[in-house]
């Protein structure tokens, strides 16, 4: 004789029914939570991820460390500091003005990966980058482009020589003198904006061959403040 719990439809099949179903709508809930919470943190990852390929990609650049983003010539004037101590080696007593052209390199630093970081933006298809302050490599400089002007009294041409032959001996010395003068011209505003056109190029680049995107806008923020971008 069957009771109750034994047939099909009895409360005993019942209560199972509710206990499998209860456990299914429990993993369907847990199975949201998790992916949900993935979904976010796999946001989070991009972003990580979009930084971290940035970085090995302007390394692969310039394996030195050192991403050169601006080069160009300029004639600098000696300090009076410079121009007191060669006067004082050559022995001339005199009021001159010592200048010379240098080729110059400015560049962004690439041995502390965790000063650069790089951002996308799906929603405005947009990158924005914060990079370190730019900075300039010591100036080369053309020891045959060396001029000597003197101030009030004309000096011998053989005082003028010598002059001349004691800056390319202390061409090393001459060439701080230039990169001292050269890091304050980095508060500029033009020219900060230069270094960063060119780096939105490098940015750019990056995009379409390593993301395959196409930017509408990148945004480049230097350590020591935004620059400005189109």
Not at 16 to 38: C, E, K, N, Q
Not at 131 to 160: K, M
Not at 172 to 180: F, P
């Amino acid at each position: 004789m069957k009771t109750a719990a034994d047939t099909p439809h009895g409360p005993g099949a019942r209560t199972a029914f509710t206990i499998v179903a209860g456990i299914l709508a429990l993993g369907a809930a847990l199975g949201l939570f998790f992916g949900v919470r993935s979904l976010f943190a796999g946001g989070r990852l991009f972003e990580k991820d979009v930084s971290e390929r940035f970085v090995v990609y302007i390394e692969g650049l310039r394996p030195a460390g050192k991403l050169v983003l601006l080069e160009g010539t300029q004639r600098y004037t000696a300090s009076r500091e410079f121009t007191a101590r060669i006067l004082a080696v050559v022995r001339v007593d005199a009021r001159i003005e010592l200048s010379a052209i240098a080729d110059t390199a400015y560049f962004v630093d690439l041995s502390d990966p965790s000063k650069w970081k790089a951002s996308w933006s799906p929603r405005t298809k947009k990158l924005r980058l914060h990079a370190p302050s730019p900075d300039l490599l010591p100036p080369a400089v053309r020891t045959d482009s060396i001029e000597v002007r003197t101030e009030g009294a004309n000096l011998l041409s053989s005082a003028v020589f010598r002059l001349k032959k004691e800056a390319e001996t202390m061409k090393s010395e001459l060439s701080r003198d230039m990169l001292a003068q050269g890091r304050k011209a980095l508060a500029a505003e033009e020219l900060r904006e230069r270094i960063a056109a060119r780096l939105r190029e490098v940015a750019a680049t990056f995009c379409e061959s390593v993301l395959s995107i196409t930017p509408e806008g990148i945004e480049v923020v230097f350590a020591a403040g935004p620059a400005t971008s189109p």
